[in-house]
């Protein structure tokens, strides 16, 4: 799902007196989008035309605010959520911030966060300045040499302990986003002395160039370019040209197009391109693709953390994010089930073949579901609350069809015993003979019942319990008729003995056969969860893997430029960077290879197990019930008849037999 278009940016997060705060309408906003975002912020220092280069990437003329005049107008982070014109079902999100270095706020550290969530937030980040890339711009970035103090990757241990491998700087190139370097009002030729002409790429790989040697001077000249270089995973640049006359320039916002100079608009299309094309999915540590939602809670999360004097953490975020989605992806799942059997349940009573497929097709459905939102979920602790959940509301539906089939059953035998009971009543069964024709209307009864449809599951019970109840009534006649000899009775007696006997049989090979295939259906839905849990697993794996191939390129890269141009010893440093990130990639693939399937097959086995047998001893549950409650029929109704029986016996009038009839077949 994604919301309409924004008509215009909104304030994401407000500085008011040098303190943070979120937009509560902006963070709602961004809860109502599901799809991909892919985010692109823009720093820059104040008074750069960051805002101008935002309103083009937003395909719009205005938008976000551009001051004509040396104060600035963007004040926080704004936001401006629009489609993404080249990826299809994808928002593109577009952060203008805070303009670095106002003169009126005079609030380094201030400035600092504002650059920090920039880079927390973003899959691109858009540096923007005036002139040319030389040591007072990059000095002017400084902030990017503070980045290490105010983010971490891994939380503390328990015991206070870091892992240096894991709280090492060199690994933000596997989280942070891509670089982007605009240089706006370049009048310079893009010329090197003994090179010739270069790209724009070139002039920024030649302003990042290291200086050889260890002095504090030359540590300070070298701090923020080796920032750049080793932060990111990939660098850009883009050189702008003046865009119009400079009478123009205050009004850059309203100007037609016919006024801007060719060679501006040229280079501004050539970056929004670049921008649109290249641009990836935010992603969060591990691989993760971040939603509009997730780009919410990470907003509210990293601000909060903020203003609480705490450092964000790359790996806390996604602790946290994880368990928001993965309780909100199994109330999804959970939601798409019950909406799913809506349509069986309107339909009870139906057979079990009925309810167990239409609950085997919509717990895959949840299952899926489920599995779009959830990530990290190591330990299966959502999917099996899914499972329970699911489990606990399909109980529920089988308790509500076998009572709704208890009910049609009884209301039918009732209503087709309402000519018999009036026979009863006028003592028709009393006359010699009388027991043959009530075995006449009594099987009629059974055959008509046999022949109505969609009775449900509990057919075979209630009809026991009808002829449970009708023995004693039946008995009461054959003794009574005068036709009969005494040995006849006995083989009648012998006879109504039996055909009970093998109707209460009839009804516990249906319990069985009914008990069997909604345990063969349980176990296929447990093994579709198992299934698509294992596709989540290598999912998540490949990721991973990314990533860390993502990151080794980058250095490799890196390290190469550093030999080239005779940073031996630098070279050798990232050389163990390098080595530590392939022994992550092997780690992992040898984890996801060899150890999680042995590992898996164990606990998702027993797993199997235990959910079977509980699932087993619900649905027996379910049909003790059952049996409760006819057991407690049949006793009531056995003791009503012996008491009428013993009535009868005592007056000795063979009419008063009829009067048995008002035992009602509705107590069934």
């Avoid at 008074?47 to 005049?69: D, E, I, P």
């Avoid at 009572?403 to 009732?414: A, P, V």
């Avoid at 075995?439 to 022949?451: A, E, G, L």
Wanted: hydrophobic share 35%; proline share 3%.
């Amino acid at each position: 799902m994604c919301r309409q278009p924004m008509p215009e940016p909104i304030c994401l997060v407000e500085n008011i007196n040098g303190s943070l705060h979120v937009n509560d309408g902006a963070i709602n906003y961004l809860y109502g989008i599901d799809q991909p975002v892919v985010v692109v912020s823009v720093v820059g220092l104040y008074r750069t035309g960051k805002s101008y280069l935002m309103n083009r990437l937003a395909g719009k003329q205005t938008g976000f605010a551009l001051g004509s005049t040396i104060e600035s107008k963007t004040k926080g982070i704004w936001m401006w959520c629009v489609p993404h014109p080249t990826k299809a079902e994808h928002t593109l999100v577009l952060l203008d911030t805070e303009g670095l270095g106002d003169v009126d706020k005079g609030d380094s550290k201030n400035d600092a966060w504002i650059f920090c969530l920039a880079v927390l937030l973003s899959s691109t980040l858009v540096y923007n300045s005036r002139g040319t890339i030389d040591n007072t711009a990059l000095e002017k970035l400084h902030y990017v040499t503070e980045l290490a103090e105010h983010i971490k990757i891994k939380s503390p241990s328990p015991a206070g302990d870091e892992d240096e491998d894991e709280q090492n700087d060199s690994k933000f190139v596997q989280y942070f986003p891509n670089f982007i370097w605009t240089v706006r009002d370049f009048v310079l030729e893009l010329v090197i002395e003994k090179k010739g002409q270069i790209t724009e790429d070139e002039y920024l790989d030649f302003a990042l160039k290291l200086k050889k040697g260890c002095s504090k001077t030359i540590n300070n000249y070298n701090l923020p370019r080796q920032c750049i270089r080793s932060y990111f995973p990939t660098r850009k640049c883009f050189v702008f040209p003046l865009p119009a006359s400079q009478d123009n320039m205050a009004r850059l916002e309203s100007l037609d197009e016919r006024h801007i100079w060719p060679d501006f608009l040229k280079a501004t299309q050539r970056f929004c391109d670049y921008v649109f094309n290249e641009s990836n999915v935010k992603t969060l540590k591990g691989g993760h693709r971040v939603t509009g939602r997730m780009l919410g809670h990470l907003v509210k999360l990293y601000v909060d953390t903020i203003c609480s004097g705490k450092v964000p953490c790359l790996e806390n975020a996604v602790v946290t994010m994880a368990q928001i989605e993965n309780q909100a992806a199994v109330q999804e799942g959970l939601k798409v089930y019950q909406s799913g059997m809506e349509q069986v349940k309107s339909l009870f009573p139906v057979s079990t073949d009925k309810i167990s497929a239409e609950h085997q097709r919509c717990s895959n459905v949840a299952t899926t579901e489920f599995m779009k939102r959830s990530f990290k979920d190591e330990t299966k602790e959502y999917l099996k609350s899914l499972s329970e959940e699911v489990d606990k509301y399909y109980f529920e539906l089988l308790d509500q069809n076998m009572t709704m089939s208890e009910m049609k059953c009884s209301k039918l035998l009732s209503d087709l015993y309402k000519d018999m009971s009036e026979h009863l009543q006028q003592g028709e069964y009393a006359k010699p003979g009388g027991y043959e024709l009530y075995c006449i209307h009594r099987d009629n009864i059974i055959t008509q019942y046999h022949r109505q449809p969609d009775k449900g599951v509990k057919a075979e019970d209630v009809l026991e319990m009808f002829l449970s109840e009708r023995s004693v009534e039946a008995n009461c006649i054959l003794q009574a008729d005068k036709r009969l000899s005494e040995n006849e009775k006995k083989i009648q007696e012998e006879r109504e003995k039996a055909a009970l006997i093998e109707q209460q049989k009839k009804a516990a090979e249906e319990k069985q056969m009914e008990m069997a295939r909604l345990m063969e259906v349980e176990k296929k839905s447990q093994q579709e969860r198992l299934l698509q849990m294992e596709r989540k697993f290598e999912e998540e794996k490949h990721l991973q893997q990314e990533e860390l191939n993502k990151a080794v390129n980058s250095k490799l890269a890196e390290q190469k430029d550093l030999l080239e141009k005779g940073f031996k010893e630098k070279a050798e440093v990232m050389d163990q960077e390098i080595q530590q990130l392939k022994k992550e990639k092997e780690e992992n693939s040898f984890f996801k290879e060899v150890v999680m399937p042995l590992v898996d097959v164990g606990k998702e086995l027993f797993s199997s197990i235990l959910q079977y047998n509980l699932v087993r001893t619900k649905l027996k549950g379910l049909q003790n019930n059952s049996q409760l409650k006819v057991k407690f029929i049949r006793a009531s109704g056995r003791n009503e008849n012996e008491n009428k029986k013993r009535n009868i016996a005592a007056s000795g009038d063979e009419r008063v037999q009829a009067h048995t009839s008002s035992t009602s077949p509705s107590a069934v």
